[in-house]
């Protein structure tokens, strides 16, 4: 089996050859970049499996690599800061990180959330397809189809519809949720939640404010559960 190759994106040698060390050990390939220009050379080029994508960087910020690489690519993207308020992972979500690590970290947490990362890109036993009249998706593809148009979601926005629509019907508790796509450390991030939930919205539903598909059980959760078109839908 070939081993994921992980782009390292960070404008400081010490941290990238701490973490080039810690990935090695573990058998990963690494490529290195040292500012965000080069880490869109370099993601262009290797095509790598993962990024870790420092945010404060001179000139190009990672927030702005990380959307561009959004604008193609749905590869997992775990963003590195010494930065921990909510509105600080807020913005590195909502730029399309998948997940967000607080400097400084152990390598035990690292590796932990990059297999977490990986392993939801890899094949996996497919939920039941979902056919409605303006959304289709096929797990076992792994495609999304809003409105006869193909919309690409990240991984993690993938794992997170497919569990919502696996337990169609279902209220998932904000933590069941967390635990189940990010990973047993997680359980109290709720702005992961309210992020990508947004997100998801955003790309299936025709009205976001009004979501016929995925609604919110305030305090509790969120639930997947079609309402019929000509149903007045609520969040």
């Excluded at 992980?6 to 050859?17: C, H, K």
């Excluded at 308020?85 to 932990?112: C, H, I, T």
């Excluded at 009205?207 to 079609?226: A, K, L, Q």
Aim: aromatic share 6%; proline share 6%; with cysteine.
């Amino acid at each position: 089996m070939t081993s994921a190759t992980i782009l390292i994106v960070d404008d400081e040698p010490q941290i990238r050859r701490v973490l080039r060390t810690t990935l090695t050990s573990q058998s990963y390939a690494v490529v290195e970049a040292k500012s965000g220009e080069e880490a869109l050379e370099k993601f262009r080029q290797d095509h790598p499996d993962l990024v870790l994508l420092d945010v404060n960087m001179p000139g190009m910020s990672g927030l702005d690599v990380c959307r561009e690489i959004r604008e193609t690519s749905e590869l997992p993207v775990i963003m590195l800061t010494v930065r921990n308020s909510e509105r600080d992972k807020v913005q590195a979500l909502d730029a399309g990180a998948d997940d967000y690590v607080v400097k400084p970290f152990g390598a035990q947490e690292l590796l932990a959330r990059i297999r977490v990362a990986l392993r939801h890109t890899a094949p996996s036993e497919a939920a039941p397809a979902f056919t409605s009249d303006d959304l289709k998706i096929d797990f076992a593809k792994r495609t999304v189809v809003v409105r006869g148009n193909s919309v690409r979601l990240t991984p993690k926005e993938f794992e997170l519809l497919r569990q919502l629509v696996a337990n169609q019907g279902t209220s998932l508790a904000h933590r069941r949720l967390l635990q189940t796509v990010w990973g047993p450390d997680y359980g109290e991030e709720t702005e992961y939640l309210r992020v990508f939930i947004n997100q998801l919205r955003k790309k299936i539903e025709s009205d976001p404010r009004h979501p016929r598909y995925i609604h919110t059980e305030p305090w509790v959760g969120y639930r997947f559960e079609p309402r019929p078109v000509n149903a007045r839908a609520g969040k």
